[in-house]
């Protein structure tokens, strides 16, 4: 089998890991207990030995569409056949559907019209396809029994061993269907019950009620609902229910170029997504997510990390595990032979002075829009903003995570600012005690600094790096976070000078954007990359707020913004980045461009109501 396009995939999962089911009927991706678990199926790394449970028609002639139960995270794969039309479910239980928060997979397999014959493969491959595993197949199912892992999968018709795994041929009728159930098993269970035909349609009921619940919460009423809500629901996929954590993709390794080696492990709980997560979710009405997301923020603030880097890493595991040890998996091929295939992320204990703006614009959005910050919480932000006081000089790796070298990147010089003037509004909203007089002076030392360093005459824009030319998209957050005007000339000449083409200097393809220009600004890896989302849906936001003033820019963050929406995949999902024909690069769906696209739509559809951004 060849492999399939990124954007050929939806996502399922229950709120502690997910999988990948592509437009094939295949689950190409699923980690198991834990979205940072090793995988059980990885096909996705590694056509031949990955692992993968595909369900499919047989015969040719066969077509593909795929789209989610309506106001759900259930996903309809639909098999249009010369002998009929087919359908799979598939979901993973939640709010209390099949015994939920057990970790199960349902795949339920329908014909709706004509009569169709269907061929199963399930074939696991636990650790990464690293370890060996017993299959024993019974009448109720097959068993697989990995290294510290056993898999339970129960079926409604038979299986057959096929060396580790198993194979089943059957035949469906109009109105008949079939039910699959892959459960995680405790040492000497057998596979597992079996659900009947009704008692599936009970499982399936209670999970829809569930999604559908859930998504009543949501406020956004306007323009683009429909892709607002998807991306709310694909942001919630991604949470870890236990701690409130936020990963920043389900999946590692998927790469930024085909072929390259810009390929990362994406299963982890960024800082850097903090203000951003907390912004989107509370606009649109999720303020219990974001609580438990802040909840998870205070835990690390209280953690005293003592080292030179700082009080604080710039990611964590989502039960707030420190140590992220990289390590590459040298026996998988990598998507489409795309080496190496990584696992941990060594870039946890760099140096990235922008976590601690991120993390205390939180603080700040969460104070004014949900709970007040007590006075312990506040103890320790405040720490946080003295260290930035006496570090904000520094060079770091920045916000792209280079490995390159540390340089004086102007967005760790702007997220320090961030820092120190949330700190200060904070202190001042509620009265409480700090150094004003040291954190304001150091705050307005830090924005002349920038000012004077980070603004190139010639360019006549500002740049990824004191002394350097280079452009970097991070620039567009500028006007967002309120360091500048939106309309001032040096932010509108810099929105220009990023929307020229890459050829001609700019970032721009289309209206894609780069988020910098390795041949200008050496990040230390070799290769290209393609264009990324989220710095798109910036630049959209940020025409919006110059558009207050000038509708002409208010036109094109409209435009902008629609032409984004046409590059998600048919289900409204995102990769990281886009590639130069349309196609999806890097991990997938990513949060970061989901976030970015609530906030862009919930600000543009209030500038273009006349209303103000915020």
């Not at 397999?109 to 061929?119: D, K, Q, S």
């Amino acid at each position: 089998m060849a492999y399939q396009p990124i954007e050929n995939y939806g996502l399922i999962g229950n709120l502690r890991t997910a999988a990948l089911v592509g437009m094939n009927g295949s689950i190409d991706w699923l980690c198991l207990p834990r979205f940072d678990s090793a995988s059980v199926f990885a096909a996705i790394l590694d056509d031949q030995k990955g692992g993968r449970f595909r369900i499919t028609p047989k015969g040719e002639g066969l077509r593909h569409k795929q789209h989610y139960w309506p106001n759900t995270n259930i996903l309809i794969t639909r098999f249009l056949h010369p002998d009929g039309i087919g359908e799979i479910e598939d979901y993973m239980p939640v709010g209390g559907a099949g015994g939920a928060p057990d970790d199960q997979l349902v795949r339920r397999v329908r014909v709706v019209h004509g009569r169709m014959p269907f061929h199963l493969e399930c074939r696991p491959a636990f650790d990464y396809a690293r370890a060996r595993h017993e299959t024993l197949v019974a009448w109720q199912g097959a068993r697989f029994d990995g290294p510290g892992l056993s898999l339970g999968l129960a079926a409604s018709v038979l299986l057959r061993r096929d060396g580790d795994g198993v194979l089943s041929d059957f035949i469906l009728s109009e109105g008949q269907s079939a039910t699959f159930v892959l459960r995680r098993l405790d040492q000497g269970r057998d596979a597992g019950y079996c659900p009947d035909t009704g008692e599936a349609e009970e499982w399936f009921r209670e999970t829809v009620a569930y999604w559908q619940r859930w998504l009543s919460h949501c406020t956004y009423q306007g323009r683009w609902r429909e892709m607002v809500q998807r991306s709310a629901l694909a942001l919630k996929l991604l949470t870890y229910e236990p701690t409130g954590a936020l990963i920043a993709a389900p999946t590692t390794s998927l790469p930024e170029n085909i072929g390259g080696v810009r390929n990362w492990d994406y299963r982890y709980t960024w800082l850097r997504d903090a203000s951003f997560t907390l912004y989107a979710l509370m606009r649109i009405g999720f303020t219990e997510e974001a609580a438990r997301f802040m909840d998870w923020l205070v835990a690390r603030l209280q953690e005293d990390k003592s080292a030179c880097n700082g009080p604080l890493q710039l990611m964590y595991g989502i039960d707030g595990q420190a140590e992220l040890i990289e390590q590459e998996l040298p026996h998988l091929e990598g998507y489409r032979c795309s080496r190496p295939v990584r696992i941990g992320n060594g870039a946890y204990d760099q140096l990235q002075l922008d976590i601690y703006g991120e993390l205390m614009d939180s603080a700040y959005l969460f104070n004014k829009y949900g709970t007040p910050a007590g006075y312990d919480a506040w103890k320790n932000m405040r720490r946080l903003v003295d260290w930035v006081c006496n570090n904000w000089a520094r060079t770091d790796e920045g916000i792209w995570e280079v490995r390159g070298g540390q340089r004086h990147f102007v967005f760790s010089r702007l997220m320090c600012w961030v820092a120190l003037d949330r700190g200060l509004r904070l202190a001042d909203k509620r009265s409480f005690p700090a150094d004003r007089a040291r954190w304001l002076r150091v705050r307005d030392e830090i924005y002349e600094d920038v000012m004077q360093k980070g603004w190139d005459l010639q360019r006549r824009a500002f740049v990824q790096a004191y002394d350097s030319p280079a452009l970097d998209a991070s620039n567009l957050l500028m006007p967002l976070v309120f360091f500048i005007a939106p309309n001032d000339p040096r932010m509108l000449a810099t929105v220009d000078a990023i929307r020229k083409p890459i050829a001609q200097g700019g970032l721009a393809a289309g209206g894609l954007v780069y988020r910098y220009d390795p041949r200008e600004a050496p990040d230390g890896l070799p290769g290209t990359e393609g264009t990324f989302n989220m710095c798109s849906f910036w630049l959209v936001e940020a025409l919006t707020r110059a558009g207050r003033t000038d509708s002409r820019r208010l036109e094109e963050a409209r435009l902008l913004f629609e032409e984004m929406l046409g590059y998600a995949n048919h289900l409204g999902l995102y990769a990281e980045q886009t590639g130069p024909s349309g196609e999806a690069l890097g991990n997938f769906p990513q949060a970061f461009t989901h976030l970015a696209l609530i906030s862009a739509a919930f600000n543009l559809d209030r500038t273009l109501d006349g209303g103000r951004t915020d």
